[in-house]
Structure formats: structure tokens, C-alpha cells
């Protein structure tokens, strides 16, 4: 870091004259490590809300306002010359969070009819022989489609769907990183939606 980009993250301290962002987010980019707190500091309440308002999950914000300002720490793609740092922010955190209700609304959708299928096959003893064939031939699909997927996947989704357990549960139970547990679970999840396709949509 340069001596300027010092002076910088001094002047803005001692309140003498304000730094923009784009000169903090300049001064990140050339190694300042303290710079990108400083966004954080300036931002990471008004990501939180907006995150909020689209969720309506406290802790899903949490978890997306600390994913959207790592994310800016792994892949600094922000570009001046395009518009101002915080339309950047703003647009990234509009994004991704889309990206988290499309995420839930396809995990939802999954779950919800394969809990259907489920519920059909515990309710054996009421339903007609076609509805037991057609339940029995979804639940051989079904774990199928889950022995298509890598050992960590299928063991979090089991989890999660045959003893219903949370994700933080989860993670408690096999002694991993809650980051871990969502990774399985999406991309788990994902491919399971691709397998049965027929079941759910």
C-alpha cells in the first residue's frame, strides 16, 4: 500500500474531509486490506436491509450481507468508469439476493412435491393401487436420483429430508462448516431438480 492510500484511510478517519468510495475501493485494490471494512462500515447496514426487505429472513440476511462483501473481497470487479461504487453495491446485492429467492422458491418447490410423493407412500393403507404404484415408482426415482450424487450431497439432503434436520443442524451433526452444508445442499439440490425434472415441475 502507498503512502497515499494511507493518508487516504487517515483523512477519512479524523472526519476532515470525506473519501469516496471509489478512492477507498482504489486504495482495497492496491492492497489496503482496511479499505474494503471501511465499505463494509459505510454499507453493510443498508445491504443488510434491502436483503431483509426482499427475504424477510434476519438470518438469511446475515448470511448474504457477509457472502455479497466477500464476494467483492474474492472478485473486486467493480469499475469506476461504469457508475458510482455504491449503485455498483446496491445492484450486486439486488442480484444476488435474487438469486437466493429463485434458489428457494426451485428448493421449495422440490421438496414440497417430494413430500407429496412421501406423504402418498406413508398413506399406503387409503390409497388406490395405481396411486401405490405411481409412489412406489417415484420414491424408486427418487433415490435414484440421490445415488447420482456425491456422498457428502446425498448424506446433507438425507438428512435434511428424511429427519427434516436445518442446515445448522446439519453441520452440527457431521462436525462441518455451515458454509460447507449450503454448498452440498445447493449443488445437491440442483442436480436433483435436473434428475427429476418429471416430479417436479
Known sequence: MTKTDCDLIQVNNTGAEPITDEAIFAAFIRGDSSALGILYDRYGLLVYRLIYRMLNNSSEAEDLTQEIFLALQERPNYNPQRGSFYTYLMLLTRSRT??????????G?????????KDLVAKQNDANPMEIAS??????????????????QRQILELSYYEGLSQSEIAERLKIPLGTVKTHS?????KLRKNLQNLVN
Open 186 to 190: 445447493r449443488r445437491g439440490l440442483l
Open 98 to 107: 435474487i438469486d437466493r429467492l429463485r434458489y428457494k422458491r426451485s428448493r
Open 135 to 152: 409412489a412406489e415408482e417415484r420414491e424408486i426415482q427418487v433415490k435414484n436420483a440421490l445415488g447420482c450424487l456425491s456422498a457428502n
Open 109 to 117: 418447490n422440490l421438496l414440497q412435491n417430494l413430500g407429496k410423493m
